[in-house]
């Protein structure tokens, strides 16, 4: 290894720990799983952060940025301008310690500026041909209206801006040994509900169909595969993430009539009393990446 990728190593490795120490001291269990999932989720992406063009000053925008893993980090090698919105407050929040904490320990580019902004992608004003890059990752699977949201960023975006969309598919989830009963109903229960409410968990690919309607020329279409094979056991993190969105979801799936309180309840301790389970596990996330027109 060189000495520049030791270095680079090493502000890697600090900046995951602050991440997972800051993490790790939220109090409130379902966003602190879900930090702790997200930033399994982004390493992951790592090496895919690299190839996002932004020139030097140029605007980046990340869309729905969760804890702002991804202009932080980006902003640990480089100068960049960059805003990141979401949805909900208590994400701004820990973004904004993040970014306090990675400046106090000296390895974020000072001169960056990264903002965080409370702001919902359905009805958010940005100003026209405002961003060189943007991204949404794991984002537009919650949206009722997806093609919407991309013609607002196709305005928001300069002309010649790359735009990166990122999502799952339910489709590509592949396990062996198949989940429980149990687990697979009530997977499908929350999936029809969100369904209802507009979301999409096979949206993966539809991603670069939104881009294209909505201007974008469509530079790449790729997968990021992951493939494990792994012990889930009882405090596997990607397990007790799961579980506590199926615990969130419960008074959406027993108000849809998807099931009774009581028959959730059930559900939800066999899950949570399966016993520790060799698995192999197969999951992709699909990639679409346009560019706006320059004239
Ligand atoms: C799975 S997380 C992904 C976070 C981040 N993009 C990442 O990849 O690390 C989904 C994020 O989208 C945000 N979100 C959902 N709906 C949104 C909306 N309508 N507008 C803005 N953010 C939204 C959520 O609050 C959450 O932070």
Not at 59 to 72: H, M, Q
Not at 90 to 114: H, K, N
Not at 122 to 146: G, H, K, Y
Not at 191 to 202: S, W
Request: net charge negative; with cysteine; charged share 25%.
């Amino acid at each position: 290894m060189s000495d520049l990728q030791e270095g680079r190593a090493k502000i890697l490795q600090r900046f995951d720990e602050v991440y997972e120490e800051l993490a790790s001291s939220v109090e409130d269990e379902s966003i602190r799983l879900m930090l702790q999932y997200t930033h399994q989720l982004h390493r992951l992406w790592r090496p895919l952060l690299g190839v996002l063009p932004l020139p030097e000053g140029g605007r980046f925008l990340d869309v729905g940025t969760g804890s702002g893993l991804v202009p932080l980090e980006i902003a640990t090698t480089r100068t960049i301008d960059a805003v990141g919105f979401d949805i909900e407050s208590r994400y701004i929040a820990f973004a904004e310690r993040f970014r306090e904490a990675l400046l106090s320990e000296g390895i974020l580019d000072s001169t960056s500026q990264v903002d965080f902004r409370l702001g919902d992608l359905a009805n958010l004003s940005l100003e026209s041909e405002s961003f060189d890059v943007i991204l949404v990752r794991e984002v537009l699977q919650f949206l009722v209206d997806p093609q919407a949201a991309t013609d607002s960023l196709f305005q928001a975006s300069k002309p010649g801006a790359i735009i990166c969309m990122s999502d799952l598919d339910d489709q590509l989830f592949v396990s062996y040994p198949e989940h429980s009963d149990a687990f697979s109903r009530m997977f499908r229960s929350i999936g029809n509900v969100q369904r209802a409410q507009g979301g999409d968990r096979e949206i993966g690919r539809k991603l670069s169909y939104y881009l294209s309607q909505s201007g974008f020329a469509i530079q790449s279409v790729f997968a990021i595969p992951q493939a494990r094979h792994f012990v889930e056991t009882e405090n596997d993190p990607e397990r007790l993430f799961v579980i506590e969105q199926m615990k969130e979801a419960r008074e959406r799936v027993v108000s849809s009539g998807e099931m009774s309180d009581a028959q959730f309840t059930a559900l939800i301790e066999q899950i949570e009393n399966e016993p520790q389970c060799e698995r192999y596990r197969f999951n992709a996330r699909l990639v679409a990446i346009g560019q706006k027109p320059r004239a």
